[in-house]
């Protein structure tokens, strides 16, 4: 049994940012490959996706989505790649948050410490 993971991502990510995206993507990409099996990776100019067979595709945009986001999972390996994303894009992006049920994290205000 899955859970679902959502993201808010209320404006577009920069060039600097989603240059860093690209880079984390690429990274998980290659260093989860003999443990992410039966997906297709997609790395365009604007999108990165992981498509795995038996669950939802997960889908982000550079630019800004309407409302928040979703994606199902299936307790498979592949989730932690795409919360590993998720959690790489609220650490890098402000406005960028993300939880799953029963779990989220409260982002401190740059001005605090941690």
Known sequence: M??????????DF????W???????????????????EITKGIK??????NATGCE???ISKRAEDGASFCKTGARTIDIYVWHMLTFCQMIKEDFTCSRDGWYWEKKNKKEKA
């Open 57 to 59: 595709t997960f889908y």
């Open 45 to 50: 100019v604007d999108y990165i996706s992981f």
């Open 19 to 37: 240059d860093a995206v690209k880079k984390e993507f690429k990274y998980v990409c290659d260093i989860g490959e003999d443990f992410i099996h």
């Open 2 to 11: 899955g859970y679902t993971n959502y993201w808010y991502q209320p404006t």
């Open 14 to 17: 920069t060039d600097k940012e």
